[in-house]
């Protein structure tokens, strides 16, 4: 079985400029999860969906971070402008029940 | 709301001896906990979880687990350690309520094994 894939791996931009990141949960998986893991810390929720639909979302900065997971599948988190403190690792994780997630190798981003 | 508390950022034991990593949770009701374990450049891993069964929970790796709701904590441990453990742990609550079951983790124990 397939775990769940995430792209880029590193990516490096420069503050105010604008990056995605994308995210294919396990198949079947209903609920995909977003979180941002900055260095020395655990990670923290940012967003769930649940299909299509959004369940939490109340830890995600909405002045500059979005996501969308369009057909209840693969998802996209955007960050538009970045800031620096926007380093992190992005983590995606999905499951099919709610007490197991399971979590892709997440996107290192460098916000210089 | 829940909050977890890993104690020790960075604890050092050598091969062969015990592992303890210690966390303590805060939650108003019974709440789900987990291990998860990151290797460097790579996602979590799940080592194990509490979901209200069996107090004493056994994972992957010989790691096991206690729930003991009196300290609330769920403190893991392994036996004996080796140098494939070195890795970053992190202890998870989940409170799950209408629908929303995102994790809330702790800050993470740095697990170095000396030779």
């Known amino acids: 079985e397939a775990g769940v894939a995430q792209s880029p791996r590193y990516k490096i931009i420069e503050k105010r400029q604008s990056v995605a990141f994308w995210c294919n949960p396990i198949s079947g998986h209903a609920t995909l999860y977003w979180y941002q893991q900055i260095l020395g810390q655990g990670p923290k929720l940012l967003i769930q969906f649940q299909n299509n639909g959004v369940v939490d979302d109340s830890q995600l900065p909405k002045d500059r971070f979005s996501a969308e997971r369009l057909k209840g599948v693969d998802s996209t988190l955007k960050i538009q402008p970045a800031k620096l403190e926007d380093s992190a690792v992005y983590l995606c994780?999905?499951?099919?029940?709610?007490?197991?997630?399971?979590f892709g190798p997440g996107t290192r981003l460098t916000v210089l | 709301a829940q909050s977890v508390t890993q104690l020790g950022s960075h604890v050092s034991v050598s091969e062969g001896a015990l592992v303890l990593l210690r966390c303590n949770y805060s939650?108003?009701?019974?709440?789900?906990l987990f291990w998860y374990v990151q290797y460097p450049n790579q996602g979590l891993q799940l080592l194990l979880k509490y979901t209200s069964a069996a107090t004493l929970v056994k994972g992957i790796n010989d790691f096991e687990a206690e729930f003991k709701k009196s300290e609330t904590s769920f403190h893991l441990t392994k036996p004996s350690a080796h140098m494939s453990d070195a890795a970053e742990y992190f202890c998870a609550v989940l409170v799950s309520g209408g629908g929303a079951d995102g994790l809330t983790f702790g800050k993470g124990t740095h697990l170095i094994i000396q030779p």
């Open positions: 994780a999905s499951s099919l029940y709610y007490n197991e997630q399971f």
């Open positions: 939650s108003s009701v019974p709440p789900y």
